[in-house]
DNA sequence: AATGAATGAGGTTTCATTCAT
DNA sequence: GATGAATGAAACCTCATTCAT
């Protein structure tokens, strides 16, 4: 019975993605989603308390198991700049496999309302919070510069990779996106200028 | 008959401004921005195409004349490396100045639709040009790395600030958005490691 | 300007009333009341602010010039029996006059929501407090009973004369309603059983 | 096997009567009351045709046994006057006692559908012969008035009892309801005019 | 007999836009 | 140019009822 119920629940979420994806945030009407979901509408309403409901589901499913993801991804590694490359890594990644999600992450669900919007804040705010470990970890090793604000950093790092991705989305997904990771990554290191390494 | 034109038209874009920051994107009704305007319904429709022109209008009012002082501002300056923190300097000492605005600009307007959101886009374009643009100097400067993506940092440094403006939004402008000013043109130029420049 | 827009105000009450009266209480959408009115469905909300502020104002209108009509004929007369009878053949007349009116305030609005019945309830007290006072008179003038219970009194005889025409009503009209008039009154004047005036 | 089936029957219904007092007859879905009763939704169509079918048995089940009630009593009384003071008192203290009953009786179940109304009268019409009955026994009794017409009195008595228990639960039933027989039956029998026996 | 997951029709309300004055 | 009354399409959600198990 479970077993049936997960199903269903699973159906409507991948509908869901799919005409969002398909036809954009404001296209989502719950009919649309049922239909192709192969549901009756009201059944979508057993499943989720209101349509709100539904696209916070998704945000979170979605990206709950991607964040989820980094965490895992992240404990065996050693150095916080090895732990950012990784993340990165998994970022770009992730969403270039997933176009859809991507285009609904990025673009669709950021036209939503308040009350989403805020939801979805919740959900990435894991996400945030470990980069902003990262660079903690980073500075007590002694590898990042101990004058970080580990709270701007965190905003810089995320708001950087975001917008990768969204300006990849907006192009038309016409390069790769996971090849920008390395040349993200050594710009969060290095920073623009030239500079080397002190020779002892 | 042209000033009194020019007028009316201000009249409602302000009006749009304070209805959009007072009462956010979705309850920016036409009617309740014509009675801000002390305007009729129809007569918004006699200055504007429809609604979502009236929109694009507004945002490019608002950020082009931001923009074009972003222009005016670094033609004076020497280093690329100075361009930037002026750039950084504009950008987060303006919206700290006008808290509507940015309120508006970093958080309704992204609500928006499809069309007003494309739009947005290419207002906010020359911007993210000039700073390509300055990257670009910087690196003829022999003062960034030459290995730069400048295509790709242009996007990281537009979305490592916009984010900073966002979530000081989010958070209720409970701090200085100007004092991050120094701190993220740090990250920008040095990245995160410990670095130190070579000694010759 | 006044002019039309009461006009058509007007015209959607009529119309409300004629659907109610045809097509029954949960018949009475909006659209439909609409469509009778002759304006579209958002029309309605000019005028009034939802469906049941519609219905009030249905009430209000028809019941409450009722009531006026009550109190303006009690005016003149002098003993509080002949009041009551005044009061009673009204009631009586006006609902046998306008059978669409009586149709849907002694059956269809009684199956409304609670707000609209409570709303019912505040315009019919009036009425109600009106035959209290004439109670009170008769009681003053020493023609009726000193130990009435006004109060209760008055939901006596509201209650029977309600009954009356909702069973008229009901029975699909097929009696003349004002000829009960008369017997109605002599039974709130002399009560079931024979009685003899005292022979001073 | 009856047996069982009756217990859930009652079940059921006992069900219905706790949900619309508890939550009004707007808030009775089928499913809470299953839930009440303990059984399946669909269950209930197993002992009921349909919703109004379930609410018709339930009205009559209660008042169906009310109404005996009133019948088993009169038999043994003599006089009309007498008979009435019993049938108002069983009518008030029988509701004041059963507060549940009285407030869906009063309230909720008007609210209902034209068809359940219907179904509603025809339970109660007996109750109403019974009225009859009586004063066209108190007219052959002579001690009511020849002139009586029996089916407009009926109507009188019958509309004067209900309102003022209406207007008790409306109250929220701050005095007492058995208070009022002797008031009311006192109204009934002698009116409201200052009258006195003829002295032979 | 009992279950309860699934169905799907149906109605109120908002608001951008128009057009007669 | 200006008005603002009128338009009408469009979508979420509820809940009585069914039927496969």
């Keep these: 019975m479970t077993g049936r119920k997960r199903e269903k629940y699973g159906l409507i979420l991948d509908a869901a993605e799919k005409v969002i994806a398909r036809s954009g945030y404001h296209g989502a009407q719950v009919s649309r989603i049922a239909k192709e979901a192969g549901v009756a509408d009201g059944t979508v309403y057993l499943y989720f308390k209101n349509k709100e409901d539904l696209l916070v589901s998704l945000f979170r499913e979605r990206l709950g198991s991607l964040v989820q993801r980094f965490h895992d991804s992240i404990r065996e590694t050693h150095t916080a700049g090895e732990a950012l490359r990784i993340v990165c890594g998994i970022h770009f990644t992730m969403l270039e496999k997933h176009p859809d999600l991507a285009h609904v992450t990025q673009i669709e669900l950021r036209q939503s309302s308040p009350k989403l919007r805020s939801a979805i804040g919740l959900t990435v705010k894991p996400y945030i919070v470990l980069i902003e470990n990262i660079v903690r970890k980073g500075i007590e090793e002694n590898t990042f510069r101990a004058d970080l604000d580990t709270k701007l950093t965190r905003l810089l790092l995320f708001g950087a990779m975001d917008q990768v991705v969204t300006?990849?989305?907006?192009?038309?997904?016409?390069?790769?996106?996971?090849?920008?990771?390395?040349?993200?990554?050594?710009?969060?290191?290095?920073g623009l200028t030239v500079q080397e390494r002190k020779i002892r």
């Design 167 to 190: 300006s990849w989305i907006i192009s038309g997904r016409k390069y790769s996106l996971s090849g920008q990771v390395d040349k993200t990554v050594d710009f969060f290191l290095r």
